[in-house]
């Protein structure tokens, strides 16, 4: 994305409701929970663009080198080509056990832990650096699939079961991808 992608800040008041609307429908299809504390919410180029105006907005950005830092922030998340990119989200809520929750899933980020599964492939889920370390891990994540040629195609047949998987220490948790997702996918990988 570029400055020329950007609603200028009185514009995008203006339109914030409808733009606003319509990106909150596109997220509840690209939204899937696995078990009760990871969520991914697949990412596009509407998905960004909005998060875009709305960093804008927020912290009232008005300069353009400033605007075109947030830009090359998120386009780091866009996917490439016959790829998906996608937010991970650990939702705990109970601000008192936050940090016990969070430590148990220290290394979600490292190794084979996240993935979708057609048939007999697997695409892992490849996390962006930086969002843990040795004592900490972030409770957001921005991770990529490289989804193979044969499950592509099993996203387009609804008879072949896709799922998210999450195995990770003692939280082990799957969720079928509903038609709606895969139709979102479908379009991420065209």
Same mark, same amino acid.
């Given at each position: @994305?570029?400055?020329?992608? +950007?609603? !200028?800040?009185?514009?995008?008041?203006?339109?914030?409701?409808?733009?606003?609307?319509?990106?909150?429908?596109?997220?509840?299809?690209?939204?899937?929970?696995?078990?009760?504390?990871?969520?991914?919410?697949?990412?596009?180029?509407?998905?960004?663009?909005?998060?875009?105006?709305?960093?804008?907005?927020?912290?009232?950005?008005?300069?353009?080198?400033?605007?075109?830092?947030?830009?090359? +922030?998120?386009?780091?998340?866009?996917?490439?080509?016959?790829?998906?990119?996608?937010?991970?989200?650990?939702?705990?809520?109970?601000?008192?056990?936050?940090?016990?929750?969070?430590?148990?899933?220290?290394?979600?980020?490292?190794?084979?832990?996240?993935?979708?599964?057609?048939?007999?492939?697997?695409?892992?889920?490849?996390?962006?650096?930086?969002?843990?370390?040795?004592?900490?891990?972030?409770? +957001?994540?921005?991770?990529?699939?490289? !989804?193979?040629?044969? @499950?592509?195609?099993?996203?387009?047949?609804?008879?072949? !079961? +896709?799922?998210?998987?999450?195995?990770?220490?003692?939280?082990?948790?799957?969720?079928?991808? !509903?038609?709606?997702?895969?139709?979102?996918?479908?379009?991420?990988?065209?």
């Amino acid at each position: @994305m570029t400055l020329d992608d +950007v609603i !200028p800040y009185a514009d995008y008041e203006r339109q914030r409701e409808e733009f606003r609307s319509r990106i909150i429908a596109l997220k509840q299809r690209r939204r899937i929970s696995i078990g009760p504390l990871i969520t991914l919410v697949f990412e596009n180029r509407d998905t960004l663009r909005f998060q875009i105006q709305e960093m804008i907005r927020v912290e009232r950005i008005f300069d353009p080198a400033k605007v075109q830092e947030e830009l090359d +922030v998120y386009n780091a998340l866009l996917p490439s080509q016959d790829e998906l990119s996608a937010t991970l989200l650990i939702e705990i809520t109970d601000e008192a056990k936050m940090k016990e929750w969070l430590d148990q899933f220290m290394g979600l980020d490292h190794g084979e832990k996240v993935a979708i599964v057609a048939g007999n492939e697997r695409a892992f889920g490849e996390f962006e650096g930086g969002h843990s370390h040795e004592t900490k891990i972030s409770a +957001v994540h921005f991770v990529r699939f490289r !989804p193979a040629a044969a @499950m592509t195609a099993a996203f387009a047949d609804l008879r072949q !079961p +896709v799922t998210i998987t999450v195995h990770h220490g003692g939280y082990r948790a799957e969720a079928p991808v !509903p038609g709606s997702l895969r139709e979102e996918w479908l379009k991420d990988l065209g």
